[in-house]
């Protein structure tokens, strides 16, 4: 790790000739042709150089090259929101006629996407429980184009072998690889390692890891990065210079928190594992974690997410929540300061209650961020509220 820290850390967008120690913004619409040629070869593409902040920008090609570094990915591209990148990833490579499979257990606007929107454009999936490894072939279509997944899954932190997927792949090498990466961070899981063709991410949470700005990546082979080019320059889901730059200057200490959010989620785990008021535990480095050993095998850590059940219900849910000192109640996470969510009523809530149960979030279901305040002050938070709720 050592030498790839040194690289996101050193790679920086080339110093002007105001030989600036840190990285300016760049706040400009487009860019200065020095002659008419020079526009019409770069326009052209027989020139490199930029034209307008919607198609690149300085700072955004700083934070892609970054997380590409992270990745060990060929090029990418940056977004306004993380679920720009993820609809983008479709939009981008779909057509009339396609077909997805995938993973059952995806944040509530994916599946919103997959339920709601394309069908419309002709767009069908399939569903599949992602731990059983005989469903995805079984699923696979003739006009099957993408097969994604989320690992560790939101909320219910179900993992998908990465491994097996990309075996898969090898029956069906036109099938394209999505992933959803953005639990785990580039920090703690490479897919495209593993043959993956395109890795996404909600910037927002942990690359930002301070609940500012809004952004997504996505990150993977050349060839499709150059397809989702043209889908993304003619309509503009661009990530702003701004948070380009706050999100570069971010990802330079994303491993240095990881490391912290993974071993405060851990010991928080462990204490809730044994409290009396609690009905289930999951975190992936957990033994008691029904895929304990793949998360050791494709993860280096655990992440910062724990997901629990308080006994009571939904009610006893609301009350726990309420009687929270320090930690927080929103429906973000990847923060620095730790965020509880009630997905059931939240990030969850446009699903049908069969769809909850089955996802594993039930109606005293918790999600928790791990932030980076001490792990003590964390867990003494959590105590006191269910006790409080008793």
Same mark, same amino acid.
């Given at each position: 790790?050592?030498?790839?820290?040194?690289?996101?850390?050193?790679?920086?967008?080339?110093?002007?000739?105001?030989?600036?120690?840190?990285?300016?913004? !760049?706040?400009?619409? &487009?860019?200065?042709?020095?002659?008419?040629?020079? /526009?019409?070869?770069?326009?052209?593409?027989?020139?490199?150089?930029?034209?307008?902040?919607? !198609?690149?920008?300085?700072?955004?090609?700083?934070?892609?090259?970054?997380?590409?570094?992270?990745?060990?990915?060929?090029?990418?591209?940056?977004?306004?929101? *993380?679920?720009?990148?993820?609809?983008?990833?479709?939009? /981008?490579?779909?057509?009339?006629?396609?077909?997805?499979?995938?993973?059952? +257990?995806?944040?509530?606007?994916?599946?919103?996407?997959?339920?709601?929107?394309?069908?419309?454009? *002709?767009?069908?999936?399939?569903?599949?429980?992602?731990?059983?490894?005989?469903?995805?072939?079984?699923?696979?279509?003739?006009?099957?184009?993408?097969?994604?997944?989320?690992?560790?899954?939101?909320?219910?932190?179900?993992?998908?072998?990465?491994?097996?997927?990309?075996?898969?792949?090898?029956?069906?090498?036109?099938?394209?690889?999505?992933?959803?990466?953005?639990?785990?961070?580039?920090?703690?899981?490479?897919?495209?390692?593993?043959?993956?063709?395109?890795?996404?991410? &909600?910037?927002?949470?942990?690359?930002?890891?301070? *609940?500012?700005?809004?952004?997504?990546?996505?990150?993977?082979?050349?060839?499709?990065?150059?397809?989702?080019?043209?889908?993304?320059?003619?309509?503009?889901?661009?990530?702003?210079?701004?948070?380009?730059?706050?999100?570069?200057?971010?990802?330079?200490?994303?491993?240095?928190?990881?490391?912290?959010?993974?071993?405060?989620?851990?010991?928080?785990?462990?204490?809730?594992?044994?409290?009396?008021?609690?009905?289930?535990?999951?975190?992936?480095?957990?033994?008691?974690?029904?895929?304990?050993?793949? +998360?050791?095998?494709?993860?280096?850590?655990?992440? /910062?997410?724990?997901?629990?059940?308080?006994?009571?219900?939904?009610?006893?849910?609301?009350?726990?929540?309420?009687?929270?000192?320090?930690?927080?109640?929103?429906?973000?996470?990847?923060?620095?300061?730790?965020?509880?969510?009630?997905?059931?009523?939240?990030?969850? &809530?446009?699903?049908?209650?069969?769809?909850?149960?089955?996802?594993?979030?039930?109606?005293?279901?918790?999600?928790?961020?791990?932030?980076?305040?001490?792990?003590?002050?964390?867990?003494?938070?959590?105590?006191?509220?269910?006790? &409080?709720?008793?």
């Amino acid at each position: 790790m050592k030498e790839e820290q040194s690289k996101i850390i050193r790679q920086q967008a080339e110093r002007s000739s105001k030989r600036e120690h840190s990285v300016p913004l !760049y706040l400009t619409s &487009s860019f200065i042709f020095d002659s008419a040629e020079q /526009g019409r070869a770069i326009f052209a593409e027989e020139e490199e150089g930029m034209v307008y902040s919607r !198609y690149a920008n300085p700072n955004t090609s700083e934070f892609i090259e970054k997380v590409c570094i992270l990745e060990n990915a060929e090029d990418g591209l940056a977004f306004s929101s *993380g679920m720009a990148a993820v609809f983008a990833s479709f939009a /981008g490579l779909l057509s009339n006629g396609d077909h997805i499979v995938s993973s059952r +257990a995806i944040f509530g606007s994916t599946h919103q996407l997959f339920t709601q929107l394309f069908p419309r454009w *002709g767009i069908t999936h399939t569903y599949v429980d992602a731990i059983n490894p005989e469903e995805w072939e079984k699923a696979i279509q003739p006009n099957t184009k993408i097969l994604f997944l989320e690992s560790p899954s939101n909320p219910g932190l179900e993992l998908v072998d990465l491994e097996f997927l990309a075996k898969l792949k090898e029956k069906f090498p036109d099938l394209i690889l999505v992933i959803d990466n953005c639990f785990a961070t580039p920090y703690l899981q490479k897919p495209l390692n593993y043959g993956f063709d395109l890795s996404i991410h &909600s910037a927002t949470k942990y690359m930002d890891g301070q *609940g500012r700005v809004l952004g997504g990546v996505i990150v993977g082979k050349q060839t499709l990065i150059d397809k989702l080019m043209f889908f993304i320059r003619h309509t503009g889901p661009a990530m702003s210079a701004f948070n380009a730059w706050i999100l570069s200057k971010s990802i330079d200490t994303l491993g240095l928190r990881m490391d912290r959010h993974c071993s405060n989620a851990l010991a928080l785990a462990e204490a809730l594992e044994k409290h009396t008021e609690i009905a289930d535990v999951k975190y992936p480095f957990l033994p008691s974690h029904p895929q304990y050993e793949l +998360a050791k095998k494709q993860m280096k850590a655990g992440g /910062g997410i724990v997901t629990f059940e308080v006994k009571g219900g939904k009610e006893r849910a609301f009350e726990f929540l309420d009687a929270l000192q320090m930690i927080l109640y929103t429906s973000n996470l990847g923060d620095e300061r730790s965020i509880a969510t009630h997905p059931g009523s939240t990030t969850h &809530s446009k699903l049908s209650e069969e769809e909850r149960i089955n996802l594993g979030i039930n109606p005293g279901t918790i999600r928790l961020s791990v932030g980076l305040e001490d792990q003590n002050d964390i867990i003494n938070d959590i105590l006191q509220a269910l006790e &409080s709720s008793k």
